[in-house]
């Protein structure tokens, strides 16, 4: 393979007084300078790929599934959520001059952001030509892979922990083994969802790997037998060997690359400044001023909550701005720049809690760290940025876990506006009007806090208290909270108990725009003598303050966590757990309290998952029962395993894409799009009226009769069919849907049934038939009359339930010989 440096140019772009970029060009063998190339060039599995034209919204998922062989990623939900899309991206970093290899989700990945850049998917560790990688061959003597769709992404987000594990400053694992403990194995997949595995032989495989691991505690495999000892059963792992099976694409990168390559693509609107004033005359030129429509670029991940539908007429892209990748630390506390990923800050705060284990900021810096870890997943937080986050809570109310922290701790942030800088606090940054499209933040500024100091010095009976909540459907992360809260607490032991110097109570995701802080609650407890009435009082103070906007699901939930977390935080003062206690046994413990600053030390990390597996196994049948892996699953490990939305599509083919009702009981006039005349992508859109005289509408046969392919004149249901909208690629087919304007009429239709009470009353009932009618045994009412115990009275009410589906449900209908079509569907 050719070299990389020899390929590319290497590109430091400056600008010029007439803001035109500029740009300097290595190559091999001439020293000629030449304008910044608006060429992309990456690497995929060690390929080079140099891209001249490209669509800016592009992603990196559409290029490897539509534009490479590479097929291991897969498009699940589109949403950063599942898993699904794991690479490794590998790239150079110009400050520590190593090789930064990091997960992340390229369903959100924009592709021009992986210039200069090395890519690794599944296919790329191992696969059945050159061999499999032990991963792969351990997911599959594990029994780790059912219908293998999510597989390679777990794959991905293990590997890129055993890729980093491999730098840390530990003692070498045994052979076979890895510096990862088990705990930190399983944690590295928290973010991958799998419907139909579970995620015990997940979890097997991976801590297999961990240098801790207790072998006799995993599950079923296909390597060792019962009773094998330990030695045994490491032998007939497939062996591990961190030197042979590290990163395969990197080398180049970091013996060839290193300069920073500065991608300008000019000709389609790709923009990559690399100073603030750069930045500021792409903000502040005509064209934007005139309305064109701007997108500032850093990780992409806000796509994943709030869908983009419309193209944007210019990218920039802030990464390679040194300024907003900076972290600066003095006295009063530590500057993050605002480009900074999320993963990066958790890294930064937890080693600067180590340097401040004297003082208030360990205990602030750790339990924001920890936080952090909570939102969203590792592949996620490794490209979201810190600035992204907040911008979002700030202009389009995004419930912010990182906003609450801050707010609780009191930062302040620095945004660029037109041609000045403005230093405020996080507060008023979050209630000010939404930012402009040409407003930028630089950075945010997280305090070193201390507790009470009278002259200078720190009191010995003063204490500083911080706790942080999250309530979540998942509590390790990757789920919107139902309430976050963030409380800090500076409070001091006297004769007649625990006095509250003050307090700062911070709340969020309730059901209100922004992260708020409980004012009223805090003036009450400054300057009061903790005791049962004052508890009391607090907890009824905070009821009044959290109140969730009309529309928010589960309000009284909400508040309810807000008091338990409060209570909680108070209780923990003197860390007795009976509020009964709060003006006895509680006062005397507070007083008997030690003086240092923390309330406990760092959290333990989360409990692993654990259990025993005893199957008693039989030799009368043999080899019935024995374990042995699927067959196929290490090709559907390393993503080799075709699917049908893998099965490449033939020379000009359409694409479809479903337009669903969003009413649950109304009548379908007409359908249009917000473009007029219809989009030039779109070639047909097809409705119940295309079907031919001598066609049905059948879409399926079920057990209650046929079910309809399209709603008829009248849509019954909300997600019912409406119509198939055609386009020339599948991403123009899945934007027109979303975007399509059906003209809707409920004028005289009886409103819709949505209640299984509404169902009785109104005597709508399906008709089973008779073949499914359970046939009547014994007489229920003398059984139930004659019965020792009887049901007085009983009721089950079970919500609706928004499904995550992760397996792309595709059809590919190829035309054949004799007016006949084949059709693939996706079937198990």
Known sequence: MAHFATLILLLNGEQDQEGKFQGSAEMEGTNDSSPTSDSLVFEINGERFEVPEVDPSTTLLEFLRSRTRFKSVKLGCGEGGCGACVVLLSKYDPV?????????????????????????????????????????????????????????????????????????????????????????????????????????????????????????????????????????????????????????????????????????FQ?????????????????????????????????????????????????????YIPELSAVKKDNSGIEFGAALPISKVISYLKEESKLNSCSGGELVFTRVAEHMEKIASGFIRNSASLGGNLVMAQRKYFPSDIATLLVAVGSSVTILTHHKRETITIEDFLYRPPLDPKDVLLSVHIPLLEPTTIDGSIQNNSKMLFETYHAAPRPLGNALPYLNAAFLADICFSKNGILVNRVRLS???????????????????????LSVGVVDEAIRLVKGAIISEDGTSQPAYRTSLAVSFLFSFLDSFANVGSPENLNGSLLEEAAKSNNDIHTRPTRSPPLLSSAKQFVESSREYYPVGKAVPKFGAAIQASGEAVYVDDVPSPPDCLYGALICSTKPLARVKGISFKSNPRPSAVADVISVKDIPKAGQNVGGVAFFGPEPLFAGDVATFAGDVIALVVADTQKHANLAAKTALVDYDTEGLDPPILTVEEAVEKSSFFDVPPSLRPTQVGDFSKGMAEADHKILSSEIKLGSQYYFYMETQTALAIPDEDNCMVVYSSIQ
């Not at 395969?248 to 300008?264: F, G, Q």
Request: aromatic share 10%; with cysteine.
């Open 267 to 319: 000709k389609y609107s790709w923009y990559t400044p690399v100073t603030v004033e750069e930045l500021q005359s792409l903000l502040n030129s005509n064209t934007v001023g005139n309305g064109e429509r701007i997108k500032l670029v850093v990780g992409n991940t806000g796509d994943g909550y709030y869908k983009e539908t419309e193209k944007y007429d210019k990218y920039i892209d802030l990464r």
């Open 507 to 529: 709340f969020g995701a309730y059901g209100t725009k922004h992260a708020a802080r409980a004012r009223k609650v805090e003036e009450y407890l400054a300057g009061k003598i």
């Open 96 to 264: 520590s001059k190593q090789i930064e290899s990091l997960s992340v989700s390229s369903c959100l990945t924009l592709l021009c952001s992986v210039n200069g850049c090395s890519i690794t998917t599944s296919e790329g560790l191992g696969n059945s030509k050159d061999g499999f990688h032990p991963i792969h061959e351990r997911f599959a003597g594990f029994h780790a892979s059912q219908c293998g769709f999510c597989t390679p992404g777990i794959c991905m987000s293990f590997f890129s922990a055993l890729a980093n594990a491999g730098k840390r400053p530990r003692s070498q694992a045994s052979p076979g083994f890895s510096k990862l403990t088990v705990s930190e194995a399983e944690k590295a997949i928290t973010g991958n969802l799998c419907r139909c595995t579970g995620y015990r032989p997940i979890a097997d495989a991976c801590k297999s790997f961990a240098a801790d691991v207790d072998l006799e505690d995993l599950g079923i495999n296909s390597f060792w037998r019962k009773g094998d000892t330990r030695e045994v059963r490491a032998n007939k792992l497939p062996f591990y060997n961190p030197k042979d099976h590290t990163c395969p694409y990197t080398e180049v990168l970091k013996d060839e690359c290193k300069s920073t390559r500065i991608l300008n």
